[in-house]
C-alpha cells in the first residue's frame, strides 16, 4: 500500500498524494451524507479516516494523524447514535436542533481547554508535531464538530467551519495541497449543510407549537 503516500499528479505547482485526494474525496462525500442525515455519513467517514491517517502519520503530522484516529471512532459513535432509531421524526430522518445555551458552554470549554492540552503535549514532545498549536486546535475541533454531529446539533457546522479556518494554510504548508483545495469544498458544503440543518431545526421547532392549536 506503499503508492497511497506517492505522488499521483501536479496541480497548480502542488504535489498531490493518492491518499491525500482519496481520502478527502471520500471525507467530501460522507460530509455530503451528513448533510442529507444518512446513517452513510459514519461509515464513509469512517474509511476516509483510515486513509488520510496513513497520510499525515507519513508527514509527521500527529495531530492530523491521531485526527483521524478520533474520526474513526467518532464515526462508530456516531453509527451507533443514529442507528439506534431515538432522535428521528416520523419519515425516519435524523432530527436536528440547536444546542442549548449549556451545550455550546461545554463544547466551546473543551474545545479551548483541549487545545491547550494537546498543544503543550506537541510543544513538550517535538517529534510529535511539527506546527503544535494548528495541530492540536484541528484535532481538538474535530472531535467538537463530530461529537455535535452524533447529537444532530446544528452547531456542528459552525465548528467544521472554524476548523477549516486553520485546516485549509496548514494543509498547503505541509504539502497537502488536494487536502486544501478539498477543504475550501468542505467550506462551500458546510454552509450549504448549515442553512438545511438551520431550516429543519426552525420547523422541527415550530411543530410542536401547532400542534397545539385547536384547528
Same mark, same amino acid.
Given at each position: 500500500?506503499?503508492?497511497?503516500?506517492?505522488?499521483?499528479?501536479?496541480?497548480?505547482?502542488?504535489?498531490?498524494?493518492?491518499?491525500?485526494?482519496?481520502?478527502?474525496?471520500?471525507?467530501?462525500?460522507?460530509?455530503?451524507?451528513?448533510?442529507?442525515?444518512?446513517?452513510?455519513?459514519?461509515?464513509?467517514?469512517?474509511?476516509?479516516?483510515?486513509?488520510?491517517?496513513?497520510?499525515?502519520?507519513?508527514?509527521?503530522?500527529?495531530?492530523?494523524?491521531?485526527?483521524?484516529?478520533?474520526?474513526?471512532?467518532?464515526?462508530?459513535?456516531?453509527?451507533?447514535?443514529?442507528?439506534?432509531?431515538?432522535?428521528?421524526?416520523?419519515?425516519?430522518?435524523?432530527?436536528?436542533? =440547536? &444546542?442549548?445555551?449549556?451545550?455550546?458552554? +461545554? #463544547?466551546? %470549554? !473543551?474545545?479551548? @481547554?483541549?487545545?491547550?492540552?494537546?498543544?503543550? $503535549?506537541?510543544?513538550?514532545?517535538?517529534?510529535?508535531?511539527?506546527?503544535?498549536?494548528?495541530?492540536?486546535?484541528?484535532?481538538?475541533?474535530?472531535?467538537?464538530?463530530?461529537?455535535?454531529?452524533?447529537?444532530?446539533?446544528?452547531?456542528?457546522?459552525?465548528?467544521?467551519?472554524?476548523?477549516?479556518?486553520?485546516?485549509?494554510?496548514?494543509?498547503?504548508?505541509?504539502? =497537502? &495541497?488536494?487536502?486544501?483545495?478539498?477543504? +475550501? #469544498?468542505? %467550506? !462551500?458544503?458546510? @454552509?450549504?449543510?448549515?442553512?438545511?440543518?438551520? $431550516?429543519?431545526?426552525?420547523?422541527?421547532?415550530?411543530?410542536?407549537?401547532?400542534?397545539?392549536?385547536?384547528?
Amino acid at each position: 500500500m506503499s503508492w497511497l503516500n506517492s505522488e499521483a499528479f501536479t496541480l497548480f505547482g502542488q504535489h498531490i498524494k493518492w491518499s491525500d485526494m482519496i481520502g478527502n474525496i471520500i471525507g467530501l462525500a460522507g460530509l455530503a451524507f451528513g448533510w442529507r442525515r444518512s446513517l452513510w455519513s459514519w461509515p464513509v467517514q469512517f474509511l476516509s479516516g483510515v486513509i488520510l491517517f496513513t497520510a499525515f502519520a507519513s508527514a509527521h503530522l500527529s495531530g492530523s494523524a491521531g485526527k483521524q484516529i478520533v474520526v474513526m471512532g467518532v464515526a462508530v459513535y456516531g453509527w451507533w447514535q443514529w442507528s439506534r432509531g431515538t432522535g428521528r421524526t416520523k419519515d425516519g430522518q435524523i432530527t436536528v436542533r =440547536f &444546542a442549548t445555551w449549556r451545550e455550546r458552554g +461545554i #463544547l466551546a %470549554g !473543551a474545545a479551548a @481547554l483541549g487545545t491547550l492540552a494537546v498543544a503543550g $503535549l506537541f510543544t513538550a514532545i517535538p517529534t510529535l508535531s511539527w506546527d503544535p498549536w494548528p495541530d492540536a486546535y484541528i484535532f481538538v475541533g474535530t472531535i467538537v464538530a463530530m461529537y455535535a454531529q452524533a447529537r444532530g446539533m446544528v452547531e456542528f457546522w459552525f465548528a467544521w467551519l472554524l476548523v477549516d479556518a486553520v485546516g485549509v494554510p496548514l494543509n498547503f504548508a505541509n504539502g =497537502f &495541497a488536494f487536502s486544501g483545495f478539498v477543504y +475550501i #469544498l468542505y %467550506g !462551500a458544503l458546510v @454552509l450549504w449543510g448549515m442553512r438545511d440543518w438551520w $431550516l429543519r431545526s426552525r420547523t422541527a421547532e415550530q411543530r410542536p407549537a401547532l400542534e397545539g392549536v385547536p384547528a
